[in-house]
């Protein structure tokens, strides 16, 4: 993180890591590789033990807003992941597409993802969190940016429980069509209102663990 950045206020779920992830996998492969970098917030929950959440046949849909993969798309496909490790990996995998692609999101799309997707704390205001992450510069020497888990790999963390999944991606990231390297976060979800809605998220250093004992995603993109 620059200097003279802020940094991110306690509560806010969305702060701009992903445009900085963008722009730092950007300028890290011009120079001599990928170095992914996320600015997370963590949100102090206190919850009762619950059995760790059922796993499902088969990995993952790596693809739940498809190849169109704006707001309505992504909700859309949101809604329909089961209460399953499954289900929090898929959501969050659509998730990571949504908001770390380049060029990005209208702010009116962010603001519904927030909306319909986040784990909002009381006074937080979804267009306002909308306008924070956009505001973040551009990443520069790239036409498109962003993430693919076609290739990518998804592991169940083993502090997951039935209602709040931590999974571990690793995933492509894609510049101007081409792969250009691996990065890897660790997503918080929660089980609320019928949907997997994120929580936090955190940078992991060891992408190859996640790689190497990982589950592959059913149909990426």
């Known amino acids: 993180m620059d200097e003279e950045e802020e940094a991110p206020k306690k509560g806010w779920k969305l702060p701009r890591w992903a445009m900085i992830l963008l722009a730092v996998a950007i300028v890290a492969v011009l120079i001599a590789g990928i170095s992914a970098i996320y600015t997370s917030t963590r949100k102090d929950q206190v919850a009762a033990p619950t059995p760790p959440p059922p796993i499902a046949a088969g990995g993952a849909d790596g693809c739940i807003a498809g190849n169109i993969n704006d707001a309505p798309s992504l909700l859309d496909g949101a809604h329909q992941q089961p209460h399953t490790s499954q289900g929090a990996a898929a959501t969050a995998a659509g998730f990571l597409r949504f908001t770390a692609q380049y060029p990005s999101p209208s702010e009116q799309q962010l603001t519904t993802v927030i909306s319909g997707m986040y784990d909002l704390a009381p006074g937080e205001d979804a267009q306002a969190l909308a306008k924070d992450a956009l505001s973040t510069s551009a990443p520069k020497n790239a036409q498109t940016a962003g993430f693919s888990v076609a290739d990518g790999r998804y592991v169940i963390e083993p502090a997951s429980t039935q209602d709040e999944v931590q999974v571990s991606i690793a995933s ?32 992991i250093t060891d992408e190859q663990r996640i790689l190497d004992n990982g589950v592959a995603f059913v149909g990426g993109c």
């Open 172 to 203: 492509q990231v894609i510049i101007d069509g081409k792969e250009r390297g691996v990065s890897a976060t660790t997503f918080t979800m929660a089980w609320s209102d019928g949907i997997w809605k994120f929580v936090d998220s955190q940078e």
